[in-house]
């Protein structure tokens, strides 16, 4: 039977996940579709450049639209694409991600999110299709 | 040129070349990087993907680059590995490779698949892993 969680709930199950707190993702901001996450950029999570790798951007943008997804719908969902373009490196500060659903079907959900620098310049965007799961 | 980076040991990757010369990425999963249902997070398999395809790159090419866009489509959460990555290039334009990458479970079995582009640094120490 599915199982309709609480807002609360829902930021819990995030916040409690061992990977979530391996990369050092912080939840500035969680409402129903209007979800605010940080990362301090620390060296454990650059290149061999020096600047954020691009893994993190693109863990960051999954969690971003998941997390979109799940305040919205209450619901688990699971990744099935994501397309993430590079736009700028980043390196010490902190990073912010914001994301929105652009479509919701009933296993279905499309969402796009962004990550920004502390001066506001967009450093990567990304799109991505996510499945909805349900029981029935 | 550095082997690898301060996440790809984050994360507890290890990177080999195989006997047809292929760069390979292995991860065992360790228990921080699952999730609070302790399935696999997609961002795992995002990773290995961006590290293979752009060391495939490297080690063929020896050029450094930085990716610009990945393509990711995941295919399997529900085993929790050993994962094992590797990649090819597909084309390469002037300064823009494009790449392709497959990370399967440990019965050889496709969990996520990737196309990245990268795009050929200026410095050496762009160099991706």
Redesign the interface.
């Known amino acids: 039977m599915e199982v309709t969680k609480t807002i609360g709930e829902v930021r819990e199950s995030f916040e409690s996940s061992p990977f979530f707190s391996h990369i050092g993702f912080e939840i500035v901001h969680f409402e129903e579709g209007n979800v605010l996450l940080k990362l301090p950029v620390h060296e454990k999570l650059y290149n061999v450049n020096g600047t954020l790798h691009g893994g993190v951007h693109a863990t960051m943008i999954d969690l971003i639209l998941g997390m979109a997804i799940r305040s919205t719908t209450k619901t688990r969902c699971t990744t099935m694409n994501l397309n993430i373009n590079y736009l700028a490196p980043a390196s010490g500060g902190e990073i912010q991600a914001k994301g929105r659903i652009l479509k919701q079907g009933y296993r279905i959900v499309t969402a796009e999110g962004e990550l920004y620098d502390q001066e506001g310049n967009m450093m990567a965007k990304g799109i991505g299709t996510f499945k909805l799961i349900r029981e029935d | 040129?550095?082997e690898?980076?301060?996440?790809?040991e984050?994360?507890g990757f290890h990177k080999y070349i195989d006997r047809d010369g292929r760069v390979i990425l292995s991860l065992e999963v360790k228990?921080?990087?699952?999730?609070?249902?302790s399935t696999i997070?997609?961002?795992?398999f995002?990773?290995?993907l961006?590290?293979v395809i752009?060391s495939t790159i490297g080690e063929t090419l020896q050029v450094?680059t930085?990716?610009?866009?990945?393509?990711?489509?995941?295919v399997d959460?529900s085993n929790n590995g050993p994962f094992s990555a590797h990649a090819s290039i597909t084309h390469k334009d002037g300064k823009m490779i494009v790449g392709e990458g497959t990370v399967l479970d440990g019965e050889d079995k496709v969990v996520a698949k990737g196309v990245g582009t990268f795009k050929v640094?200026a410095?050496d120490?762009?160099?991706?892993?």
């Not at chain 2, 228990?31 to 249902?37: A, Q």
């Not at chain 2, 990716?67 to 990711?72: F, G, P, W």
């Open positions: 040129m550095r690898s980076s301060s996440f790809f984050h994360l228990p921080e990087n699952i999730t609070e249902d997070p997609s961002g795992l995002s990773s290995m961006d590290t752009g450094p930085s990716t610009v866009n990945l393509n990711m489509n995941y959460f640094s410095r120490s762009d160099q991706k892993g």
